[in-house]
Every structure is written in C-alpha cells, then in structure tokens.
C-alpha cells in the first residue's frame, strides 16, 4: 500500500514538473530573427491547423531524466484517417521503429512518439494499445506504430528503463493544440546539445499567400553535437568553446518532425524532409558517425487523408506541382533552424546521474557575442 502511494505521489509530481523546467525567452525573444520568412502566430508546430503535442516529463531522485514527446497530425481516429508522411535518414544510427511500412506506403497512421533510446520497445508497445482500443479499430490485426528517440544516458539512467506504456499514453492524452513547452520537458528532459542542455524545441514559418499561404511547423528533440552556430555567428569560437573544449567526438542524435497542411505527398514530403538536416547543418551540427539524424514529415491536407477501408478502388488527392515546393524548403530550413534554438534558449542546467550536471546556454554571453557581430535587432 505504502509503495503503491509512494510511486502515485512520484508520478504526479513527474506529470507536473514539466512547468518548472522551461524557461520563458526563445531565441527571437532576444532580437534575433532566424530567416526571411514570417513564423506563425505560436512559431510553434502547433501552428499547422489540427497538430497536437503533448509531454511526459519524469525526473525523480538524482538518476531518472527522460519522459516522452507525443505528436498527432489530427485529433481523429488516425489509423482510420492516415496522413501522407515520409521519413529521411540524416544519419542512421538510432532505433527509429516503424521506418519501412512509412517508406513503403507513404502513410503515416498512428501518433509519432519520442523518447529515449531504450524506451522504443515500451512506446511501440503503447501506441499499439492505444490504436487497438479506439472506437471503430476493433478489427485491426496490424498496427505501425511510428516511435523515435535519442539516448539521455548521461543525465538518466536509461539502462533503469524507467519509461512504461503509461507515460506515453499521458503523454497522447496530454496532446493539444496552442503554445508547445520547449526546453527540458518530455523527450528532451535528458537530452545535450552542443554540450549544453538541449531539450524540446519548435517553430514554424508561413509561406506569403502568393506562393499558397501554406504553414509548415517543426518540432525537434535535440541530443547532438558539432560546433555551435547561432544565426550564422560562430558561438563556439567565440566563446572559446572550440578547439579547447570541442571534441571530434561527438556523437548524438537530433529527431525532427515536420507538419504542413500543403497538400503533399510522400515523395514531396521526403524532398521537403531532406531539407530540414540543411537547418540543423546551419547550426553547427555535423550529423557525425554515431548520430541518429531523422526527419519524418506528414500533411495534415484534409482532402489527401488516407481512409483505412472505402469501397472506392481509387483516391482522389490534390497535389501540390514540383515547381511550388521551394517556398516549402525554404520554411522546413528556417523552422528546423530555430526550433534547434529554441530547445537551447529554454532548456536549464540539469544534474542526473553518478552527479553529471549539463549547464544551460549561457545566454547572456551568447548575446554579447551576437552584438559585437551586429546581429541584435533593435527594439
């Protein structure tokens, strides 16, 4: 009885700390503006209408750092009403599950997870129970089940595997529209980048009306290294980061989700995927050898959704032309970009386990790197 109170009062107090880890300035709060193209109301995923995000963040005691990012391209039963999706491999070196029935069919049909690396297994198991228990799914004998992740092992103790089936399905149930939490919150609770603490990140960019007024929105776990760029200023030189503490070694991983409500299909979706390393490029990262860089965008375009079974022996979808997707490269670079620095500019020093500490982005020194470069707009 004690245990099972004990384990009810950690897993509120887990649920509800997200709100005390995020810190409230993102990166165009400081005057630095990331790109020609106009971020949407929220500069936020959520910003592609119907996209939903939710998170479970646990911390608990000096060891367990991790949690789960869910992300759903609409609020309906999604196996019965897929989405276009693709997936591009930046740099293969991760346990992303789910991958060939994506590339395969070009559908995406449950919620994509993230989480750590270890707790692939759990979260596939999870959304296979949560798509087996909808309404109207009673006859699915086959489920995708979409789980991406990076490993927090230097801040959680990952190998404790301390993520269950039912922090990803609070994680699904916390899933809404309207501001996204970024920084170390859910997925990114334990995550590193650029050897500072990394987290949840996300923005979006609108395309002007005369080239279709489409929105694309990105998402980013970032668990990554290289050499730190900010808005094209080298950081990690100036701050003597580089080559004192820089290192060859720096193996990571970076999960990048892209939403749209263009209507486009898989092939153009894996064209528009590929475009999103060109932003984590230019923040420095390098996707090096043991880094698991992956990319999975969908369209939430009512009038392309898939349905599971129609009597119907032929869909009727509108596709957007090859020569209209460049304005949508362009916004999947410049949201890839600041979403990256936006996970950096929330995320807060974190300790975990055997004592590591990962301190935040020193942010006040970074902006005194970004004035001698005259890269500070004005108020």
């Not at 020609?36 to 929220?42: D, N, S």
């Not at 060939?100 to 296979?128: D, F, M, R, W, Y």
């Not at 916390?174 to 987290?199: D, L, R």
């Not at 001698?372 to 707009?377: A, D, E, G, L, T």
């Amino acid at each position: 009885m004690i245990k099972n109170l004990i384990s009810f009062v950690v897993t509120v107090f887990l649920f509800v700390s997200a709100n005390s880890n995020a810190q409230q300035k993102r990166v165009r709060d400081h005057g630095i503006e990331i790109g020609v193209l106009k971020p949407g109301t929220l500069n936020a995923i959520t910003d592609v209408e119907g996209v939903l995000v939710g998170h479970a963040t646990l911390i608990n005691g000096d060891h367990i750092r991790t949690g789960v990012t869910a992300i759903l391209p609409h609020s309906g039963n999604i196996f019965q009403e897929k989405v276009p999706a693709a997936i591009y491999l930046g740099n293969g070196f991760g346990k992303l599950a789910g991958y060939s029935q994506v590339k395969e069919l070009g559908n995406l049909e449950t919620p994509i997870i993230l989480t750590n690396t270890l707790g692939v297994p759990v979260a596939s198991n999870a959304l296979i129970s949560y798509t087996l228990e909808q309404t109207g799914n009673q006859n699915v004998r086959s489920v995708n089940a979409v789980v991406g992740e990076t490993n927090d092992g230097y801040l959680n103790d990952i190998r404790g595997r301390h993520v269950t089936e039912s922090h990803v399905l609070k994680a699904i149930e916390n899933a809404k529209e309207g501001p996204v939490e970024e920084g170390s919150v859910g997925a990114g609770t334990g995550t590193i980048c650029f050897q500072y603490k990394g987290g949840i990140g996300t923005a979006s960019r609108v395309i002007p009306k005369d080239h279709g007024g489409y929105t694309v929105g990105v998402l980013v776990q970032t668990n990554f290294g290289g050499v730190f760029e900010l808005n094209g200023v080298p950081i990690a030189k100036e701050m003597d980061n580089y080559p004192r503490q820089f290192t060859y070694d720096v193996d990571g991983s970076c999960m990048i989700i892209v939403a749209t409500d263009a209507p486009v299909l898989s092939r153009n979706l894996e064209r528009l995927a590929k475009r999103a390393i060109m932003g984590l490029a230019k923040t420095g990262g390098i996707a090096s050898n043991g880094s698991g860089d992956y990319v999975i965008a969908f369209s939430t375009s009512e009038e392309n959704r898939i349905p599971y079974s129609s009597d119907n022996k032929t869909n009727r979808q509108e596709i957007l032309r090859n020569e209209a997707m460049t304005p949508l490269f362009l916004a999947t670079i410049e949201a890839t970009e600041e979403a990256i620095l936006n996970s950096l500019f929330a995320a807060e020093t974190m300790k975990g386990r055997d004592g590591h500490e990962v301190k935040a982005l020193p942010i006040e020194e970074v902006i005194q790197v970004m004035k001698k470069y005259n890269r500070i707009k004005a108020d």
